[in-house]
């Protein structure tokens, strides 16, 4: 059981960390990896049905985790499936966060390298960024809520002003037709825009935390939906601006749109770098959140204390972060990933859950 009152956050807290965990990389790859697949301007429903999907499976989740409150996926996952296999999925689960860390710090590597410190070596740009990680996860759930719930609202404002100023070059006939093609090119791309919104699965550990959990599934569902806004309005606003054709052969569209105009008069022209800063700390509310997860969840394991873990863990994420030798390393890294996903939060929750109930009225029989 989790005991300590300063390990107990709010249901808006809660709700800021998903959102937060969520948004990351989708922002800047989210209209290429999706027109790729659906190669029609509907990619806005695309997105819209994959947040709906999202949400599903948040809430599945949710309710697994209320089933066994003040714990975490970690402890609870033996109880219904045994220790040995209990194990087995926490451990995949921890090998997932650690994974997702080394991927979200050497994707900001690779964008800080390009766009802001070009030639710089990525070890120089990934050692203070995951040090800061390191810092920020010391002082445990509380201080990375509170983090959060500043770094939200400052990427809410930049992100909406420097995506409406793009109105400059926007023309609505790149989104038309609507449904041209028929409602099968958006269904084939349902499976990529899901996997934009991982990071609900994060509920699995911080439902524990929350003072209220049976306002999980409120938390679960806003910090899915903040995203989806911003998700419909980036692909809205970068098909717009390029179109289909032009996101296509672009690797950082959303980038390439921002600088692709300029608002001469103002102290800046170019706003590229606005969205590199918020996307930078999206990013590390990415890795920090992933980071502490994993250690926790390592900890709950063995039942030791939590900080060896943390530092235990840091050579073993960056040297993960350093597999990928290129930037289509790096897609595909993040592509198994996904595909990780799939299992670990699309059909383990609802199984485990089935399996608890199934004993549940097993037991109700016998007695």
């Keep these: 059981m989790i005991t300590s009152p300063k390990d107990r956050i709010t249901t808006s807290q809660a709700a800021v960390i998903v959102t937060n965990y969520i948004l990351g990389m989708g922002i800047l790859t989210l209209p290429r990896t999706s027109t790729e697949k659906v190669k029609t301007p509907d990619i806005w429903l695309t997105v819209i049905l994959g947040g709906l999907i999202a949400m599903m499976a948040g809430v599945i989740i949710v309710k697994l985790s209320q089933q066994f409150p003040g714990k975490t996926f970690y402890q609870y996952s033996q109880k219904i499936v045994g220790k040995w296999v209990g194990g087995l999925l926490s451990l995949l689960l921890v090998c997932y966060f650690f994974m997702m860390c080394g991927f979200h710090a050497r994707s900001l590597a690779e964008i800080t390298s390009y766009f802001l410190l070009e030639g710089t070596p990525l070890w120089a740009i990934l050692m203070p960024y995951m040090l800061t990680g390191l810092y920020l996860i010391m002082g445990g759930i509380n201080p990375i809520a509170r983090l959060f719930e500043i770094i939200l609202p400052i990427t809410v404002g930049i992100f909406l002003l420097v995506a409406f100023m793009s109105f400059k070059i926007f023309e609505m006939d790149n989104l038309r037709p609507v449904l041209g093609l028929g409602i099968i090119p958006v269904l084939k791309g349902i499976k ?176």
């Excluded at 999980?216 to 903040?226: E, N, R, T, W, Y």
């Excluded at 809205?236 to 921002?258: E, R, Y």
Aim: net charge positive; no cysteine.
């Design 192 to 367: 990529t825009t899901t996997l934009s919104y991982t990071g609900f699965e994060i509920m699995l550990i911080i439902t524990a935390f929350m003072k209220q959990p049976n306002k999980a599934g409120k938390a679960v569902l806003v910090g899915i939906f903040i995203p989806l806004i911003f998700y419909t309005i980036t692909v809205v606003m970068v098909i717009g601006g390029l179109s289909i054709d032009g996101v296509i052969t672009l690797t950082w569209p959303t980038i390439d749109l921002i600088r692709s105009f300029e608002m001469s008069g103002l102290i800046f022209e170019r706003f590229e770098s606005f969205l590199l800063v918020i996307w930078i700390m999206q990013m590390f509310t990415s890795f920090t959140t992933g980071y502490y997860a994993a250690s926790l969840g390592l900890a709950q394991f063995f039942k030791k204390n939590i900080h060896p873990f943390m530092y235990g863990l840091f050579p073993i994420i960056y040297i993960a972060a350093m597999i990928p030798t290129n930037i289509n390393e790096l897609f595909k890294f993040g592509d198994m990933l996904g595909n990780a996903v799939l299992f670990l939060f699309g059909l383990q929750p609802p199984l485990l859950l089935l399996i608890l109930r199934l004993k549940k009225r097993k037991h109700k029989v016998k007695s």
